[in-house]
């Protein structure tokens, strides 16, 4: 649809009517509705304030409408893949004063999960997960940090504000943040799911959140590579993205846009505080 991520039900019989008024066989005729992968890039623009007159603002603003024009040209529709040095280069040609620019890759899948009901819900991001390691190797990696590169948006769950990690060897855990547990995460549920990290594909079992921030829950997760490829009747759009203005020169961040204006953008659904673990 033009406006947005799927049709209505009386849309639906419409067009199947018309369908079915140059069907010279017996054909049946269903609409299935796309699935949207949501990119989230975490990106950090680099200029030279010699070369612009333009605030740090203004830059930030000019970046912040590439990455609107890039998911307009290049995304939104089947069969569009996410080339990622395409998109830096992109962003590179938002203003002669850009030196460079890099980025974070997230991947974010949303879900409805009931609050009166215990349910379980596939997650399919169809693109690799970044990983620990196999999980024989769970016990004697010396290196295991604690968790890996899933996080999630907000729940309530068992009367905490919680979230979901993963221990980083296909094992998905729910937590609140407690400065009392280890790294500062308290564990209520050590076998909320798994992941098939090769497949993309996060499995949430028997879950039963009493409530959660807005309508859906967010779930996001570290690409193995930052180039993302859809798969059948799957979308991508962008969402949720933040654009760091960096002075050169001195190397802080002068200006920051996020939550850009582009198709995936939905209502500020806040993650933990602590920053993504990128493996």
Known sequence: P??????????KNEIKANVLKYNVQSV????????YLYIVPFI???????????????????????????????????DK?????????????????IVSSEAEIRLRKTFQPS???????????????????????????PRHIGYGCITS?????????????????GVLRTYYPD??????????????????????IIQINSFLPSAYE????????????????????QILLMSQSVVNIIDDLTGKVVATASNVDTIGQTATILTPSIKLTNF
């Open 2 to 11: 033009k406006t947005g991520v799927s049709f209505s039900l009386n849309r």
């Open 28 to 35: 049946d005729v269903e609409i299935a509705d796309p699935t």
């Open 44 to 78: 950090n623009v680099r200029y030279d304030t010699r070369n612009t007159t333009k605030t740090p603002g203004e830059l930030a603003s000019l970046v912040a409408n590439r990455v609107i024009a890039f998911e307009t040209e290049n995304l939104s529709r089947f």
């Open 81 to 97: 893949s996410f080339r990622f040095s395409r998109f830096l280069d992109y962003i590179d040609g938002s203003d002669k004063a």
């Open 115 to 141: 609050t009166t009901n215990s349910g379980s819900y596939t997650l399919y991001f169809n693109n690799g997960i970044q990983r620990l390691g196999n999980p024989s190797q769970s016990v004697y990696n």
């Open 153 to 169: 948006s907000p729940f309530t769950y068992v009367n905490k504000n919680s979230y979901f990690d993963d221990d980083g060897f």
């Open 179 to 200: 400065p009392a547990g280890r790294l500062g995460r308290v564990y209520t549920n050590y076998a909320a799911g798994t992941i098939d990290y090769d497949a993309g």
């Open 214 to 233: 807005g309508n859906q829950v967010s779930v996001f997760a570290a690409p193995l590579s930052p180039n993302i490829t859809p798969i059948r009747n």
